[in-house]
């Protein structure tokens, strides 16, 4: 089994910055690559962004590009999701998932392709 624990949550207003991390434990074996999740209020779980296992490959969605940064570091089992210029929009419960198994450069960005999920960190943005 793995675990996913997000940190990093939080109210902040229209503009600032905050940094979400994702640290997985237990079976930690092997490739995997890490997925950022969002769901707001009444909305469906969305791609927001993901990384590989290298972290040499990342691609994060239209609606975060150039203020959104997701990194990794493996000798710490962490990901980061880096969120600047952050928008009332951009208020949801943000979840870190896995995908074992992959390459050194895949990526993934489909719910049915999780094979783990935290728990989830809320993100509240003010207006």
Not at 39 to 46: I, L, V
Not at 72 to 87: E, I, S
Request: hydrophobic residues 35%; glycine residues 12%.
């Amino acid at each position: 089994q793995v675990q996913l624990v997000e940190s990093g949550g939080g109210l902040v207003q229209a503009g600032g910055s905050l940094r979400l991390s994702c640290a997985a434990s237990g079976r930690t074996f092997g490739n995997y690559a890490m997925t950022w999740f969002s769901q707001a209020p009444g909305k469906e779980r969305e791609f927001v962004a993901s990384i590989s296992w290298s972290g040499g490959n990342t691609i994060h969605a239209d609606s975060v590009k150039g203020r959104f940064t997701i990194s990794r570091d493996n000798a710490k089992n962490t990901v980061y999701l880096q969120m600047n210029n952050l928008k009332p929009e951009d208020t949801a419960v943000y979840y870190c998932a896995a995908r074992f198994g992959t390459s050194s450069r895949s990526i993934f960005t489909r719910l049915n392709d999780v094979h783990y999920w935290g728990q989830g960190t809320q993100v509240t943005v003010s207006s």
